[in-house]
């Protein structure tokens, strides 16, 4: 339950003997369960994944609403610290996927959650800068005069991931949302917004950065200019076959060796 009372939707992948702790924040229209397979595989490996489903998504109250960065920032350090509660002693990461990624990287630019390193998956860093003038201010119209209307990527014919089989099962769950209102899209670009420009603010804690550079979703340019601008202790891994949705592909298995050997290092 967060501070102001709200109980948002959890799930959790437990080790037998945990030697580390995963806090993991699913993407835009997504929720916990995006961690399913990579949580499971952790699980044998001694790592217990938490992943709640963030306000707005999934099982959590006032679906489809934006809550705002700084609300989003602050249930990740609450969460952050109740895990630690329950764990103490072990090594906390938090790992953010596309839009969570935007929350754990902007997270550091304020009082930082306590854990012990980041890990960026596909992180959503495409903030207004990087839009073209007509794209923002039709957003902008849009959020600020009919905020109810829902937006679709329909007829863009973007590829998220080379899995079809879980594309599919995907289009089939009536937790994924399919359209986001205008206005939560506005609140999506800020929140990238503030990822983008936090990146010089993660003072010396861990990154491990991931991308793949066949994503469609997040343009490689401002995903480089980020992780170019991350100092300190950085792992940047790129993977050539790799789409938006690295922690699902085909190849996911190789990511998930990597995040564990990451934080078995660190």
Aim: glycine residues 8%.
């Amino acid at each position: 339950m967060t501070r102001d009372g709200l109980a948002l939707g959890l799930q959790h992948w437990d080790a037998e003997h945990p030697r580390t702790i995963i806090v993991a924040l699913h993407g835009m229209s997504d929720y916990s369960n995006v961690f399913a397979m990579p949580a499971a595989y952790w699980a044998k490996h001694s790592v217990t994944t938490y992943a709640y489903d963030q306000r707005g998504f999934g099982r959590s109250p006032d679906t489809g609403m934006w809550a705002g960065g700084d609300v989003m920032r602050r249930d990740l350090t609450d969460f952050v610290d109740v895990v630690r509660a329950r764990h103490p002693g072990r090594p906390v990461y938090a790992l953010g996927e596309s839009m969570g990624g935007a929350v754990v990287l902007s997270a550091m630019a304020s009082p930082p959650p306590h854990v012990d390193g980041i890990v960026l998956v596909a992180p959503a860093v495409w903030g207004w800068r990087t839009l073209p003038l007509t794209h923002r201010a039709a957003l902008w119209l849009a959020s600020h005069s009919t905020p109810w209307w829902k937006l679709s990527g329909e007829g863009l014919h973007l590829m998220p991931s080379d899995n079809i089989p879980m594309l599919r099962a995907l289009a089939r769950d009536p937790l994924y949302q399919h359209r986001a209102r205008a206005d939560a899209v506005y609140g999506l670009v800020t929140l990238m917004d503030e990822s983008y420009d936090a990146a010089v603010h993660v003072n010396g804690t861990p990154v491990l950065f991931m991308y793949g550079e066949k994503d469609q979703i997040v343009p490689r340019a401002p995903t480089e200019e980020v992780a170019a601008k991350l100092e300190g202790d950085v792992t940047v891994e790129r993977y050539p076959n790799g789409y938006h949705m690295l922690l699902r592909d085909l190849r996911a298995e190789v990511v998930w060796d990597d995040v564990l050997a990451w934080t078995n290092g660190h």
